[in-house]
């Protein structure tokens, strides 16, 4: 499969559950972004990570811990979430510089 | 810090009839302006760039950065444009910012 891959699509949880999502990237960049959108908000910029290490965390809360074990991977692992954090989370991936970032489809979170 | 502004949540145009998207931002740094499309059931992708000076599928963007602008525009539209889009700005980290968006739907 080519492109940015995201896994779940849709994922439902309650404020005590622990889960992760996963991004995947098959098109050689050395560059994977965590963004937040929300209903009537701008994207928000969580995570970048550049050769694997985190270059921007613009000022995300604990309960949300990104992990990028390579330069094709990069996880979001999700812990005593509120209902607030409710929202589609996009994988993007580029090369370093470029300003071209390759989205995802997303992964729609759902907290209860 | 930086900001990017798109005052047009929603923008309805005929087909045939031009289009403009704005887009206004703020930033203390020389800023490099992105526009990013959604089509439908697809996924958030650039459209074009200003450093690029481009035409992409009809549509040009210019810096400007007197008034600090950098709006979408395309003479005829047609009906395939209707989209979501977002106007962007890399700061000096490298890292991007987007706007709000703004729906264009072109009536048939």
């Known amino acids: 499969e080519t492109g940015v891959t995201q896994t779940p699509r849709h994922l439902v949880m309650g404020m005590t559950n622990k889960k992760s999502l996963k991004c995947e990237q098959h098109l050689g960049h050395n560059a994977m972004y965590w963004y937040k959108q929300s209903a009537k908000k701008p994207l928000e910029l969580m995570f970048v990570?550049?050769?694997?290490?985190?270059?921007e965390n613009n000022s995300v809360p604990s309960r949300f811990s990104p992990e990028c074990p390579n330069s094709s991977h990069l996880f979001l692992h999700l812990h005593t979430l509120q209902p607030e954090d409710s929202a589609l989370y996009l994988c993007?991936?580029?090369?370093?510089?470029?300003?071209?970032?390759?989205f995802g489809e997303g992964s729609r979170l759902t907290v209860l | 810090a930086q900001r990017v502004t798109q005052p047009e949540k929603l923008l309805s145009v005929f087909k045939g009839a031009p289009v403009e998207l704005k887009c206004n931002y703020s930033y203390s740094g020389s800023p490099e302006l992105f526009w990013y499309v959604q089509y439908s059931r697809q996924r958030l992708q650039l459209l074009l760039r200003?450093?690029s000076r481009e035409s992409i599928k009809g549509f040009t963007a210019d810096l400007n950065k007197g008034e600090t602008s950098f709006h979408l525009k395309k003479p005829f539209a047609q009906e395939e444009d209707s989209a979501m889009y977002y106007c962007a700005l890399k700061n000096g980290a490298n890292n991007l910012f987007f706007g709000t968006g703004t729906r264009l739907t072109v009536i048939p």
């Open positions: 990570y550049s050769l694997e290490e985190r270059v």
């Open positions: 993007a991936s580029s090369q370093y510089f470029s300003g071209e970032l390759f």
């Open positions: 200003h450093i």
